[in-house]
């Protein structure tokens, strides 16, 4: 079935950078769109960022928009999402999935900007 292991969280200074990934196993990843999700405690997820099945169209909230790039290898079923020049209120857990989802989440990974 499928599944979703999100890595590559951390502590992280403002201004500075990281690289999430999402290893994604169950279904026909290169069919989908994908998207990048996160979690501020107490609230709903909210989408961060989305790539089409093949990669060459991408979303992007705004509040990551010049900041952020999502993208994927589809021979590698593998997402990935580079944040740049993060900020204190990028501080979240951050999730893989469909766009829509496409069904159930994965244990996410902690991102925490603070100096």
């Known amino acids: 079935q499928l599944q979703l292991v999100e890595s590559g969280g951390g502590l992280v200074q403002p201004g500075g950078s990281l690289r999430l990934s999402c290893a994604a196993s169950g279904f026909a990843f290169e069919a989908y769109y994908m998207g990048w999700y996160r979690q501020f405690p107490g609230h709903e997820r909210e989408l961060v960022a989305s790539?089409?099945?093949?990669?060459?169209?991408?979303w992007y909230a705004n509040s990551v928009k010049g900041r952020f790039t999502i993208s994927r290898d589809n021979a590698k079923n593998t997402l990935y999402l580079r944040m740049n020049s993060v900020k204190p209120e990028d501080t979240a857990v951050y999730y893989c999935n469909g766009r829509p989802p496409l069904g159930p989440w994965g244990q996410g990974t902690q991102v925490t900007v603070s100096s």
């Open positions: 790539i089409s099945n093949g990669g060459t169209i991408t």
